[in-house]
């Protein structure tokens, strides 16, 4: 038998797309032709996993897992390319596998995640040879792990297309999924101002100046103005800050919220499904003005 070298097989796999292991069952079956293991790959596999793996995906799940004692969570997104397989339960079991793997294992990163065993192969070898059978682009693109210093409450939301993992101490389990349940709604970006990125921030002061001085405020008010605008953004954009969805008053933040309870949130994750993918624009009209003209 001819001899089977990671080098043939880093080449299969880059043609075909296929799993690792795959690559190299079809070069021992071909005695090592090249051409005859592509051959034996596409009679398996078809071309679907070649073809998928340049396409945009951007629709897809959040699965969440929390272990048996409450501690641990894990919040993962798995990206298809349209909604329906997003649906298909197959897909849906592959994400749900991995929170719990997450949980279980305590990857670094999607990289690591990624050669994690499962199943009959790995991760990868399992996404690979989904994309075979689904015929659609499919990618782990994120994952969250919490180790909870208080307890965990989690809510998903839209067919799985907004998930949230909340570390929270005091309070109850009902407070917790409603603070869960704000945060799916109103998208905080971080839990106080401490969060928020500082390149935001110099955004949002330096709009506000541009915006007053238009409006011909005297150059000596623009500070002072363009930081009530970024107080008046950190209160948007930060968990503590915001109104409460349920408030009663309309008025009651989430930290007003907590203190009456005597509660606190430590940290939290949130996922909303193709968050800052660009999708490909499809414009019909376009594409069949540009195959007449070809024609003509």
Not at 132 to 157: C, D, P, S, T
Not at 158 to 175: H, M, Q, R, Y
Not at 229 to 247: D, I, P, R
Request: charged share 30%.
């Amino acid at each position: 038998m001819a001899e089977i070298t990671a080098s043939m097989v880093k080449e299969l796999r880059e043609k075909t797309d296929a799993p690792m292991m795959e690559c190299k069952k079809a070069l021992a079956e071909a005695g090592g032709d090249m051409a005859k293991a592509e051959e034996i790959l596409r009679v398996k596999l078809g071309n679907k996993a070649t073809k998928a793996a340049s396409r945009i995906a951007a629709e897809g799940v959040v699965a969440i897992n929390i272990d048996a004692g409450g501690k641990t969570g894990a919040i993962v997104e798995v990206n298809s390319e349209t909604d329906f397989v997003a649906k298909n339960d197959d897909f849906i079991r592959f994400a749900k596998d991995l929170a719990a793997l997450v949980v279980a294992s305590n990857p670094g990163d999607v990289a690591a995640l990624s050669a994690m065993p499962l199943g009959d192969g790995t991760v990868e070898t399992t996404r690979t040879a989904l994309i075979g059978k689904i015929g659609e682009n499919l990618n782990v693109r994120r994952f969250a792990r919490l180790q909870a210093k208080g307890a965990l409450a989690h809510y998903v939301h839209g067919g799985s297309k907004i998930g949230v993992l909340l570390d929270f101490t005091g309070g109850n389990a009902e407070l917790g999924r409603d603070i869960a349940m704000h945060i799916a709604a109103s998208k905080p970006k971080a839990l106080d101002a401490t969060g928020v990125p500082a390149d935001l921030l110099e955004t949002e002061r330096r709009i506000a100046v541009e915006k007053a001085r238009e409006a011909g405020k005297p150059e000596a008010m623009l500070d002072k103005i363009a930081e009530g605008t970024v107080q008046k953004y950190l209160k948007e954009v930060t968990l503590l800050g915001q109104v409460f969805v349920k408030a009663e008053d309309g008025k009651q933040t989430i930290e007003q919220l907590l203190k009456a309870k005597g509660a606190s949130v430590n940290d939290f994750a949130l996922f909303v499904v193709g968050e800052g993918i660009e999708k490909k624009q499809s414009d019909f009209a376009a594409e069949v003005a540009a195959a007449a003209a070809t024609r003509g």
